[in-house]
């Protein structure tokens, strides 16, 4: 693996010594291996922008398949939101999916905003 931790991760935005060098911050990619709640008070302000991406660790065939729908997996999304919060983190969250809704496909939208309003504390 390359980057196999957020202290690899700074060592490597920081060598390029550039404001212009920031991190891309993928929640689903870093739950493959680690989890994503740890890295983020790590990486800090160096994260410039998040793809929230669900991500189950039940079972053990890691594949595409293990990239869920968000709140459909084991991230545990309180504590990646208030790890946020806590390095006052106000960029973009961008979603990713592999696997849209084969019929419907319209409803990810929807399931997609329902949970990010959860996430975020706007919808009870």
């Known amino acids: 693996g390359y980057l196999m931790s957020p202290m690899e991760m700074n060592d490597f935005v920081d060598s390029f010594d550039s404001d212009h060098v920031h991190v891309h911050f993928d929640t689903g990619n870093i739950m493959l291996f680690q989890f994503p709640e740890h890295w983020i008070p ?3 302000k160096r994260i410039r922008n998040v793809h929230l991406k669900e991500f189950t ?11 869920r729908p968000l709140l459909d997996g084991t991230t545990n999304w309180p504590a990646v939101m208030e790890a946020f919060d806590a390095v006052d983190y106000h960029g973009y969250l961008t979603f990713e999916y592999f696997h849209p809704y084969t019929h419907y496909p319209e409803a990810l939208i929807h399931q997609t905003s329902d949970s990010l309003d959860r996430m975020l504390g706007k919808n009870p």
């Open 42 to 44: 790590i990486l800090g």
């Open 57 to 67: 660790k039940k079972g053990t065939d890691f594949s595409l398949e293990s990239f």
